[in-house]
């Protein structure tokens, strides 16, 4: 009898994480963090609620924080052994841990540096623990630690990480280095095919190849991050990109880019590249304000062989012929953007305005009306992002409430995440339906709306599990 028991990214986007348990047997399939919502904290201080010296191994779909971001947490409770990934998601890793570590030690020393300003007089202070110092989630050592553990593999090989477990990593075209698994694991005298299709990637998306198509299981869980809609097609897409530019900086602004350093970085470097060279863009004066971005952009560049044509645009993608691009590094580098008031395309993480510089950015660009903002990807519920994409007429950042003024642009064909119609697409290469299918990364609405596609169009039951439920098959 073998037992699933779903940790994270169900009824819900962020925290991917799944415990399979067979017999003695005991492995991970992600360990990432809860995102947005003021119960993120909490929820990934309490993730994991189970002994990690028990387990045999992990297995990791993306270097995304909501899939990898809890690994230094695993590894601080005791976790000794190994974490597979592909090459470029190990590569990926060492950079995107130890910049999130970083955050997380920045955000609790900056709390800690707010309660100290507020505190309670000193005769109160014994009544209450809220006074406590706050501590990170895990440090830039714990991150450092955990990276010793990671173990890569390339696309198709197969390999065994158990006596009793044989894997493949499939290109799941959604970033650099994302992988759907391709899992069996010998129960008994019978060998049963678990699917993760990990986060899958929009066909025809710059950068990244079309996610490999799959044809069987006897355990299925899919994506459905974008499970009830459908994608605009790229060249409105870009319409609106280069509407966007033109309305900003004709109103006498600046247009900010939440991006997530690993993936639409790269993207939108290519695409304004392109866009600028054909004439339907001025010049331009891009500035990436990430040293992640930077450095995940160097790792795509290591492996743009196993990418698609796009990627071998962005080695070449440098400061000519009207397009300036600077990646900037020190705080003082970031700051300094705050004297450029026009004209500038500021690109900064993170994705969702949860973390990183372009909350710093926010602050001084929000109360601006001729300035724009440009979300490029999917804000969950609860973040920063989220909030101004629904029309909030004021955030609180570090503690400060800005007024929203700035003009709002989203783009909704740039996803890394398949649409309804690719996601249907991808499942009709299975031979037939899989024994259980699942339904996980998707929040409760868009999960439900998808269940509801997949019987209309493919005649197939799916479930919607919720967090902690354990199924057995």
Known sequence: MMRLTFLGAAGEVTGSCYLVECGDLRFLVDCGQFQGGRESDRKNREA???????LDFVLLTHAHLDHCGL????????????????????DLMRVMLKDSAHIHEKDAERENRHRRRERLPFKERKKSSVWRDVAPLYTVLQAEESLRYARGHRYDDEFKPHPRVRVKFRDAGHILGAASLEVWVQDGAQEKKLVFSGDLGQPGHPLVNDPAVISSADVLLVESTYGNRLHKNLEATLNELVEAIHTTFAAGGNLLVPAFALGRTQDLIVLLRRLQTQGRLPRLNVFIDSPLAQAATEITVKHAAGLDDYAQCLAAVNTHDGFNLRFLETPQESMSLNTIHSG??????????????IRHHLRYQLPRRECGV???????????GRKIVDGAHSVRIFNEEVPVRARKFTLGGLSAHADQAALLQWLSHFDKMPGRIFVVHGEQQTARLFCDAINSRLSWAADIPALGQTASF
């Not at 994991?48 to 028990?54: G, I, Q, S, V, Y």
């Not at 440009?374 to 920063?384: D, E, N, P």
């Open 71 to 90: 690994i230094p947490r695993l590894v601080a409770f005791g976790y000794r052994k190994d974490v597979h990934a592909t090459h470029a998601t190990v």
């Open 374 to 384: 440009l979300f490029t990807g999917y804000q969950a519920a609860g973040t920063l």
């Open 48 to 54: 994991l609620e189970f002994d990690p010296r028990t």
């Open 344 to 357: 500038a395309i500021i690109i900064a993480g993170s994705g969702m305005c949860e973390g990183g510089r």
